[in-house]
């Protein structure tokens, strides 16, 4: 229910419900003559190619990287057209990929654009980064209009091209895309193409996997800094971030921590924090695996629990 105030399809009296039940119940009232397939499901590397080989427009809306890689493998072994969109902050982007045009010709994929996944936990969730409201409805009205114009054979499909829109500035762009050659999986060989373990490729691990790390609350560290207790505090958020609201800890972005380890203390304990907690315990996870660190705690729910907890005037985002 967190997010359902940036979907169109819900309203306050659809929380608690399966959000793919909602949403069919939503658009059947909508247009009652559309037939609608309903899979309450998980979409896999097992079901993803039965799934999409039933359709000719693929709509890709996933808000992770795993699944964008699956889908944009699965529509490609498919021979379908992947009609993508993601958004992060006031940021959106959109495409068209793997498009057959008249010649026969497919267009670039996603894969084209980013041959590979960015390192687990360098791109925050919408969660932790946050999305205006008004963005997922942008973006998907946009979408929407591709898929039409594909279905209708109107217009030019966004094929071979990126649009881009920052809703801070209102600046949209159109980038051209081309073929990778050194990795680009192409259609014409898509009877080679293998659905992978998508999370294993991403560096994302099963959540009973994880390492496990010890924590502090807000509350807790909150006394033991009032006492003068000699504990070292890492934020390990983007400079950005930090300028918009910090507790005074020592900033060591994510990405730079293995270069600064000779920052990070061994003989005090030290808590790590970040917006809501998840940064803060892969760090943790990778200092302590790689680097035998024994002295390090997670404060759990980041700097937006201070926020709550401790200091109601702190500023979020």
């Not at 559309?34 to 359709?55: G, H, M, P």
């Not at 495409?95 to 996603?110: A, I, K, L, Q, T």
């Not at 061994?266 to 803060?280: E, F, M, Q, Y």
């Not at 024994?294 to 937006?304: H, P, S």
Request: hydrophobic share 35%.
């Amino acid at each position: 229910s967190s997010n359902l105030q940036r979907q169109v399809l819900y309203t306050i009296d659809d929380i608690g419900r399966q959000k793919v039940e909602a949403a069919l119940e939503r658009l059947q009232r909508q247009n009652p003559f559309v037939e609608f397939e309903k899979y309450n499901l998980r979409l896999s590397s097992e079901n993803a190619l039965d799934i999409i080989s039933e359709y000719d427009i693929i709509a890709d809306g996933t808000d992770n990287f795993p699944t964008r890689y699956l889908v944009n493998d699965a529509t490609v072994k498919a021979g379908k057209v992947n009609v993508y969109a993601s958004i992060f902050r006031f940021e959106g982007q959109l495409s068209v990929f793997n498009y057959r045009d008249p010649e026969g010709n497919y267009g670039p994929n996603f894969r084209d654009l980013f041959p590979s996944p960015p390192p687990p936990g360098l791109v925050p969730s919408c969660a932790e980064g946050g999305v205006i409201g008004v963005l997922p409805g942008i973006l998907g009205s946009l979408q929407a209009n591709e898929v039409i114009k594909i279905a209708a054979g109107v217009g030019e499909p966004l094929s071979g091209k990126l649009f881009t829109l920052n809703t801070s500035e209102f600046e949209p762009r159109v980038f051209e895309l081309s073929y990778s050659e050194k990795h680009s999986i192409r259609t014409e060989h898509a009877d080679q193409i293998e659905l992978i373990d998508y999370e294993q490729f991403c560096g994302i691990g099963p959540a009973e996997e994880q390492t496990e790390v010890k924590s502090i609350t807000v509350g807790e560290l909150s006394e033991r800094l009032d006492k003068g207790e000699d504990v070292q505090v890492i934020d390990v958020r983007e400079p950005n971030e930090y300028e918009i609201a910090n507790i005074g800890a020592e900033l060591i972005p994510k990405s730079t921590v293995e270069s600064k380890l000779e920052s990070i203390s061994r003989d005090r304990p030290v808590v790590v924090h970040c917006r809501s907690g998840k940064r803060s315990h892969d760090v943790i996870a990778l200092l302590q695996e790689r680097h035998g660190y024994d002295n390090l705690l997670n404060l759990e729910g980041g700097i937006l629990a201070w926020a709550q907890e401790i200091d109601e005037t702190m500023a979020t985002y």
